[in-house]
DNA sequence: GCCGTTTTCGGCCCGACTGTTTTCAGTCG
């Protein structure tokens, strides 16, 4: 399937058409392009083989042609004479926040800067003090933004990393002598972001094992290598580390591969209360180690049952496995539905319709259309006029499908003063509110955290989404009170989201505390194509991270207890 | 560059904020 590879080739150009200043509706051609090669649900060479490319809507004589050139020759001559234009870092510049393409032109042009370090020296040595266009506070949001860059570079984003070590694995199984693979470290315990990949191989060859491992196509450098493990980097930052081990001690390294470092911590307390002693090599009883084929034997010697990878935080775990009463974690066969999506009436990329089938497809009971509100004008925003129309959509679709129920809702901007953006008529009209900020990301603590709270007391909203604002690998959280926001949704009756889309936004560590003050959450994908919609897994774990079972979850509740909910006049108002 | 129930040209994704200006360009969502 080369449908990413064809898209990352359009958006490349798209990349370097803004260098060069080119006219702005070709450059949306070739994003629209990227997008449709992207979501296109088969395989691209399937299309290209059967002369279908045209039929797909984006593509055109001009893009259909560099599909058919990039599918027969590996490579688009449009783009290689680009490349040969324009030095590559100048791809990493345009993405520091402040940085846009004509500011990365200019500086290219007059200061010869062509990647991120020329840019860092240049904000050292002063260089850039008289070049028009960049004062003080230009050049203080550039530093600012590259330390921000700099910092998020470093973690991969789980969805992307899960993506990743699937790869890896898939490669590590067919090394000689494995027997079994598994993901272990912070990847394995759900963890938002990951700074390197840890797995572990039960193998009956040790050595054999890590020299096929750093041989893998995915190695770029060997950084590390001993008789039991090896790293390699797969990427700059990122490294992937092996543990290979006998088969019979796989229990208690995957324990041990897994963490936390808190967790293990505890455990050893957990331990010597026992009269063990747990160390990084074994579990010892009188100086001698305790034989531990799998996790759950490890911790009935603590004298509690298996826990959860996404549990071991130290956040309470090992007592209350001892004393029973473990949360019954989450799993994603418990979300019934999707309560966060969008459709081509905003910006999503399918219909109402499309959507729907893939909902059903997923074997939801419902889902909620969630388009955009007008201030999101580049988003094509919804104002009352169009979200009336589109309830007769809305009608139409449901009566195509009598087992999905397809709520009617809307995604409202909370503006900058906290109102919603759409009058209380409309929001009253809807199934169901879902409020959320896009603008003003730089207000101080006290004027977010009031501007939201007033958002979560408007009687119309019934979740408030993505409520920190970051975006995992891109923005960090905005400055709000998130305690204060925990408390209002809980006096308010109104839900937080688990934006599981490239966010996960509440953090687990913020929805733990959401959970704990009795604050419901939701679990949505944020989806604007159906190639997002098993995002979602990512929310399911961070709500296990937040020691969540399905009835702190709004949209675990089966169609009628939601739409009683969704009713809950008392509390509201 | 794509698209077409106004079909081979002309419209398409707009509005606000920021910082730098001296009336606006660039960035962002």
């Known amino acids: 399937m080369q449908n990413a590879a064809v898209a990352a080739v359009f958006d490349e150009i798209a990349d370097y058409m803004e260098l060069a200043g080119e006219n702005s509706f070709k450059i949306r051609a070739y994003r629209r392009a990227a997008e449709a090669v992207a979501n296109y649900e088969g395989a691209i060479e399937d299309a290209a083989e059967n002369g279908e490319l045209r039929s797909i809507e984006g593509l055109g004589e001009a893009t259909a042609a560099k599909v058919s050139e990039f599918l027969a020759t590996g490579a688009v001559r449009y783009l290689d004479r680009l490349r040969e234009e324009f030095p590559p870092g100048l791809l990493d510049l345009i993405r520091v926040p402040g940085l846009g393409p004509k500011k990365v032109s200019q500086l290219y042009r007059d200061k010869q800067i062509d990647s991120v370090e020329a840019l860092n020296v240049a904000l050292e ?3 850039l003090q008289g070049v028009s266009g960049f004062g003080p506070k230009t050049i203080e949001n550039i530093k600012s933004g590259l330390r921000r860059m700099a910092q998020m570079s470093k973690r991969l984003p789980l969805g992307d990393a899960l993506l990743l070590a699937a790869s890896i694995v898939k490669g590590v199984e067919s090394l000689p002598g494995v027997e079994r693979v ?3 470290g912070s990847l ?3 963890s938002d972001t990951v700074g390197d990949i840890n797995l572990l191989a039960a193998t009956n060859d040790v050595a054999a094992t890590l020299a096929g491992f750093v041989e893998l196509p995915h190695a770029l450098v060997v950084s590390e290598q001993d008789e039991k493990s090896a790293s390699v980097r797969v990427r700059p930052g990122i490294e992937v580390r092996l543990r290979a081990t006998a088969p019979e001690a796989f229990g208690f390294n995957f324990f041990r591969a897994t963490g936390s470092h808190a967790h293990f911590e505890a455990a050893q307390i957990a331990a010597s209360e026992r009269g063990l002693e747990l160390r990084e090599d074994g579990l010892f009883r009188d100086g001698v180690a ?9 911790y009935e010697l603590l004298g509690a049952p298996f826990i959860e990878p996404e549990l071991r935080e130290n956040r309470g775990e090992i007592p209350a496995a001892q004393q029973g009463r473990l949360p019954r974690l989450i799993t994603s066969a418990d979300i019934r539905g999707d309560l966060h999506s969008h459709s081509t009436w905003s910006d999503g990329v399918l219909s109402i319709r499309q959507m729907a089938q893939a909902m059903q497809a997923r074997g939801y009971e419902y889902f909620a259309v969630t388009d955009h509100s007008k201030a999101l004008a580049m988003a094509n925003g919804l104002n009352a006029e169009r979200l009336r129309e589109q309830a007769k959509e809305i009608a139409e679709v449901q009566a195509e499908f009598p087992d999905l129920k397809i709520l009617r809702g809307i995604e409202c901007d909370i503006m900058r003063d906290g109102s919603m953006d759409l009058d209380d008529d409309i929001l009253h009209e809807l199934d169901i509110v879902v409020a959320s900020v896009h603008s003003g990301f730089t207000f101080d603590e006290k004027t977010q955290t009031e501007r939201v709270l007033k958002a979560i007391a408007h009687p119309a909203v019934d ?9 995992l690998g891109v923005r960090p959280p905005y400055d709000i009170n998130v305690p204060e926001l925990i408390a209002a949704a809980r006096e308010y009756s109104t839900c937080l989201e688990i934006n599981a889309s490239e966010r996960l936004d509440l953090s687990d560590e913020n929805a733990f505390a959401a959970r704990e003050a009795g604050v419901l959450l939701a679990i949505d994908s944020d989806a604007h194509s159906a190639r997002m919609l098993p995002n979602v897994e990512l929310g399911v774990l961070t709500a296990r991270r937040a020691w969540c079972e399905k009835k702190h979850v709004l949209n675990a509740k089966p169609t009628a207890e939601l739409l009683q ?3 809950r006049p008392e509390a509201r108002r």
Do not use: K, M, S
């Open 125 to 127: 040595t002063n260089a």
């Open 182 to 184: 598994e993901v272990a």
């Open 188 to 190: 394995r315990r759900g």
């Open 290 to 298: 305790v034989e531990i084929p799998t996790e759950a034997a490890f």
């Open 463 to 471: 979740i408030v989404a993505h409520p920190t604002g970051r975006i």
């Open 565 to 567: 909910w969704l009713q």
